[in-house]
């Protein structure tokens, strides 16, 4: 018969595979070769006129954890230049 299962151990941990320093900067390069020559020129442009709100201003990527992610940055009045949210 099975031994029974402590309550707070219900999964244990799962082992992840950590991503080598020589695959991590593979990624990075390619990664940043796609987003500046394919990515950005398609996707970043700049407002309409009229336009203050969601347009993106730039795009990214990061790590999370061993997982690499894309981010773009959403496009706000007061990060254009204009002024400051809190006032000045």
């Known amino acids: 018969m099975a031994k ?5 151990n219900i999964r244990p941990a799962k082992k992840k595979a950590a991503v080598t320093a020589s695959l991590k900067a ?4 390619k990664a940043r ?22 347009y993106i201003t730039d795009i990214e990527a ?13 496009g706000v009045k007061w990060l ?6 809190g006032g000045n």
Request: proline share 14%; net charge positive.
């Open 62 to 74: 990061k790590w999370f954890r061993n997982n690499p992610r894309r981010v773009s940055d959403k």
């Open 33 to 54: 070769d796609l987003i500046e020559n394919v990515l950005k020129p398609k996707y970043v442009k700049p407002p309409k006129k009229g336009e203050q709100f969601n």
């Open 80 to 85: 254009r230049g204009k002024s400051s949210p």
């Open 26 to 29: 593979e990624v990075e390069t």
């Open 4 to 8: 029974p299962r402590e309550p707070w």
